[in-house]
């Protein structure tokens, strides 16, 4: 079995995430990702466009305006974008654990299931009429029905219809998502013979080398479950050792990586939210822990963007406006300076515009 040293982790998932070589669309790199984290859309359109030639948003504002990609809450409780065609069989595999954890909150909101099936109801029939509509509107319908939408009431009459595969977020007003009835709205739907297998399959071919609680990390599954989903395509992946760890990761991890390695070991800005940091259980590889505190400042939940060489993070970034305040954890040497002002000048804004006329 190969080591491979843990230094040199952030490389290879460097790769694996598909930062280096990019791939052609933003429809390709949700469905490479499988699923990207976007709780903050703007954070994730720019994680999707930095993994485009063009490096721009407008090809994600056209794969939501054409449903090829919607974004919603299939894992962790956590909004994400994920490939249209992918919504129902994931949340069905994930989800789950999501409605039960907000039941409590939920009976504290004093959300009753005949409240739940109001706001159902009033979602179904008001949505047949519009097509689509932006969050505002629709809690101005379910106030309208007697539905109490403040103190955060509002969110999780969403949040649950969303969960239940009822509504999704689908194509732009502007720069805001609109809500759709997901049943209407996804016009393809994938449905794999094993879903552990297969989403397990999809997380390790974007983000390994990898471990099951990793997987367990990234899917809020347990993680015995996780490792059902692991023993099930084990010999499908290559295993090396960190650390005397067992990972798991696709064969072409280390052949793409040969070819492009000068490009992956450059600088490079990934937003905060980034799957770089968000989609493992440990992040110790690419980020030594005495620095955590400066990604996550304290530890509120709000990921800082990330400077990062090599395929380890050496500084972060916020955002003012258009323009990037950055902080490296020290002195940048002149090239790696001059590297850090070519990727300020061509990053994307992350700004998401409706092209639909």
């Given at each position: 079995?190969?080591?491979?040293?843990a230094?040199?982790?952030?490389?290879?998932?460097?790769?694996?995430?598909?930062?280096?070589?990019?791939?052609?669309?933003?429809t390709?790199?949700?469905?490479?990702?499988a699923?990207?984290?976007?709780?903050?859309?703007?954070?994730?359109?720019?994680?999707?466009?930095?993994?485009?030639?063009?490096?721009?948003?407008?090809?994600?504002?056209?794969?939501?305006?054409?449903g090829?990609?919607?974004?919603?809450?299939?894992?962790?409780?956590?909004?994400?974008?994920?490939?249209?065609?992918?919504?129902?069989?994931?949340?069905?595999?994930?989800?789950?654990?999501?409605?039960?954890?907000?039941?409590?909150?939920?009976?504290?909101?004093?959300?009753?299931?005949?409240?739940?099936?109001?706001?159902?109801?009033?979602?179904?029939?008001?949505?047949?009429?519009?097509?689509?509509?932006?969050?505002?509107?629709?809690?101005?319908?379910?106030?309208?029905?007697?539905?109490?939408?403040?103190?955060?009431?509002?969110?999780?009459?969403?949040?649950?219809?969303?969960?239940?595969?009822?509504?999704?977020?689908?194509?732009?007003?502007?720069?805001?998502?609109?809500?759709?009835?997901?049943?209407?709205w996804?016009?393809?739907?994938r449905?794999?013979?094993?879903?552990?297998?297969?989403?397990?399959?999809?997380?390790?071919?974007?983000?390994g080398?990898a471990?099951?609680?990793?997987?367990?990390?990234?899917?809020?599954?347990?993680?015995?479950?996780?490792?059902?989903?692991?023993?099930?395509?084990?010999?499908?992946?290559?295993?090396?050792?960190?650390?005397?760890?067992?990972?798991?990761?696709h064969?072409?991890?280390?052949?793409?990586?040969?070819?492009?390695?000068?490009?992956?070991?450059?600088?490079?800005?990934?937003?905060?939210?980034?799957?770089?940091?968000?989609?493992?259980?440990?992040?110790?590889?690419?980020l030594?822990?005495?620095?955590?505190?400066?990604?996550?400042?304290?530890?509120?939940?709000?990921?800082?963007?990330?400077?990062?060489?090599?395929?380890?993070?050496?500084?972060?970034?916020?955002?003012?406006?258009?323009?990037?305040?950055?902080?490296?954890?020290?002195?940048?040497?002149?090239?790696?300076?001059?590297?850090?002002?070519?990727?300020?000048?061509?990053?994307?804004?992350?700004?998401?515009?409706?092209?639909?006329?």
């Open positions: 079995m190969t080591r491979l040293a230094r040199d982790v952030g490389t290879w998932r460097l790769v694996a995430q598909r930062v280096v070589p990019v791939l052609a669309s933003a390709a790199v949700v469905g490479h990702l699923a990207v984290q976007a709780q903050d859309l703007r954070g994730a359109a720019t994680a999707v466009a930095i993994r485009t030639p063009a490096r721009t948003t407008a090809d994600l504002a056209r794969a939501l305006d054409a090829e990609v919607v974004r919603s809450w299939p894992m962790r409780g956590t909004l994400h974008l994920i490939a249209a065609a992918d919504l129902f069989w994931v949340l069905e595999l994930c989800a789950g654990r999501t409605v039960t954890a907000t039941r409590r909150r939920r009976a504290d909101l004093g959300i009753a299931d005949a409240d739940l099936e109001t706001a159902h109801r009033v979602a179904a029939e008001f949505l047949a009429g519009t097509g689509r509509s932006t969050r505002a509107d629709l809690l101005t319908e379910f106030a309208r029905h007697g539905q109490a939408t403040t103190g955060g009431r509002g969110y999780h009459l969403l949040l649950h219809l969303c969960l239940l595969g009822v509504l999704c977020q689908g194509p732009l007003a502007g720069r805001e998502q609109t809500f759709v009835l997901a049943g209407d996804v016009r393809a739907r449905t794999p013979e094993d879903p552990l297998a297969e989403w397990t399959r999809r997380y390790l071919r974007s983000h080398p471990t099951p609680a990793d997987l367990a990390a990234w899917t809020g599954l347990p993680l015995g479950t996780a490792r059902r989903g692991f023993a099930a395509v084990r010999d499908e992946f290559e295993a090396v050792l960190v650390d005397d760890v067992e990972h798991l990761v064969a072409e991890v280390p052949e793409l990586l040969a070819t492009h390695r000068r490009a992956v070991r450059d600088l490079h800005l990934l937003p905060g939210f980034d799957e770089f940091l968000l989609g493992y259980a440990d992040r110790s590889h690419v030594a822990p005495g620095y955590a505190e400066r990604v996550t400042p304290g530890g509120n939940g709000i990921f800082r963007g990330t400077v990062v060489v090599a395929g380890n993070v050496v500084g972060t970034f916020t955002r003012a406006g258009t323009e990037l305040d950055v902080e490296p954890f020290a002195e940048l040497s002149v090239p790696r300076a001059k590297a850090l002002a070519r990727r300020r000048t061509g990053f994307p804004s992350g700004w998401l515009d409706s092209v639909t006329p």
